[in-house]
């Protein structure tokens, strides 16, 4: 039995609960791997990432916990890193933050408009539709072609460990076009082969239908197929933001993997490499 899940937020940035509220509860429903990767701060400030500030006392906080839990669970101190089309994690002081954390989830939560502002894609769908109309002048597809440029990027330079949630678009966009549409299967092709170049893993996430209730699982059917056929791997990133999403949707990942014809996930070694494993294991 393993049992795993590669990115987790606390209170630090947009999550509900302390570190170690999320740990104990990843401990009590029977977790192996577990991670923390909190939204990296950037310049812009968010109310959602982290503080500056806070990133002492963060680290200071991964690393205790993860000496104290050390016997339980294999506990990695990570971060959820932003990219920004054309100007990468440069706002982000991402290479200090790298000095203290072992794993980084890699992410794109904005559009850059052609005012040059960034407008978040993932947030409520009142946002999207700002970004929308004063980033776009409307335009969906040019939305959604520079989110996934930005995605295409960050996937190919940002060196994570994790590349999360691809079709995050979907997320607010899913109700405005069908993502089987020839223009956005374009899209996601990108994203896919950029995964594959970079030789690391894409994520399960099903954080959105919890948070949501909209039905939304990244990666869609239609990219978990190109995800497939371009053999890149999968694992498990519950996106969980309160304990009681840390075991949620769990099963229902997994299955919805399975019968889709998933039949390998990877889960992380200590030497940062990640290992393929039978997905029975994980179901077992
Ligand atoms: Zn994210
Ligand atoms: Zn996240």
Redesign the pocket.
């Known amino acids: 039995m393993f049992k795993a899940s590669y990115h987790n937020h606390s209170l630090y940035s947009d999550g509900k609960n302390t570190i170690r509220e999320m740990i104990e509860e990843a401990v009590r429903t029977g977790f192996s791997d577990f991670a923390i990767t909190d939204?990296a701060y950037h310049l812009q400030g968010t109310g959602w990432a982290l503080e500056f500030g806070a990133y002492e006392p963060y680290f200071a906080e991964l690393a205790s916990l993860k000496e104290e839990y050390s016997g339980a669970i294999n506990f990695i101190a990570g971060i959820?890193a932003e990219w920004f089309y054309g100007k990468g994690t440069e706002e982000t002081r991402l290479e200090y933050v790298r000095e203290h954390v072992e794993f980084t989830?890699g992410?794109v939560?904005y559009a850059i408009g052609l005012d040059g502002e960034r407008y978040i894609i993932?947030g409520t769908p009142e946002e999207f539709l700002v970004g929308l109309g004063q980033g776009f002048d409307g335009d969906l597809r040019a939305l959604v072609g520079n989110y996934y440029d930005s995605y295409v990027e960050m996937a190919l330079n940002l060196n994570a460990d994790l590349i999360?949630?691809p079709d995050?678009i979907l997320k607010n966009a899913h109700g405005l076009f069908a993502s089987t549409e020839n223009w956005h299967l374009d899209h996601m092709q990108r994203a896919v082969k950029a995964i594959k170049q970079a030789a690391k893993p894409t994520e399960v996430n099903m954080g959105g239908n919890y948070r949501y209730k909209n039905g939304v699982i990244y990666p869609c059917e239609a990219i978990l197929e190109m995800i497939m056929a371009e053999n890149v791997p999968l694992t498990v990133g519950l996106?969980a933001h309160s304990v009681d999403m840390v075991n949620s949707y769990y099963e229902e990942s997994l299955g919805y993997l399975y019968s889709r014809g998933v039949r390998s996930l990877v889960k992380y070694s200590e030497n940062g490499d990640w290992i393929d494993t039978d997905i029975a294991e994980w179901m077992a």
Do not use: F, K, N
Request: overall charge negative; proline content about 0%.
């Open positions: 939204h959820e989830v992410s939560h993932d999360a949630h995050i996106d």
